[in-house]
């Protein structure tokens, strides 16, 4: 952290239990005050008491396991303290089966962008040898 930084306890307390992620190092280094900011706006969830730890929790799987994340730390953190607070087997599988279809959106994003771009260039390529006869 920078002299220049300030103050940042969400940060701090986040690297003493454990949860902090060495990837947010950089722009941590970066703009220490921003990293803080950002942290404390995620930790207001964590804290406010409004959803269940467990639930929590099962968040927390859900994004560390998403294919946007696919962070296995977080993911085995989160499942543990899942365990911890009496999930079962079956909710966290459910919570990864879930989430589990944010994989299948790229496909079916990806897959027509793919067949439409293949189809313009057989449209040009049609276009060009006719034009070269």
């Known amino acids: 952290m ?4 300030g103050a940042t306890p969400v940060c701090d307390q986040l690297r003493k239990t454990g949860n902090w992620n060495a990837a947010w190092d950089p722009i941590a280094e970066l703009d220490p005050v921003w990293t803080e900011k950002f942290m404390a706006m995620g930790a207001h969830t964590m804290t ?12 927390a799987i859900a994004v560390d396991a998403s294919c946007t994340h696919m962070y296995a730390p977080g993911t085995r953190r989160h499942i543990r303290k899942a365990l911890e607070l009496g999930a079962t087997r079956a909710e966290i599988a459910a919570v990864l089966q879930a989430v589990s279809v944010l994989g299948i959106h790229s496909t079916s994003l990806g897959a027509p962008i793919l067949l439409e771009e293949l189809a313009a260039m057989e449209q040009e390529k049609r276009v060009a040898e006719r034009t070269a006869a």
Request: glycine letters at 6%.
């Open 48 to 59: 406010s008491g409004v959803l269940e730890p467990k639930v929590l929790e099962f968040l």
């Open 2 to 5: 920078s002299d220049m930084a």
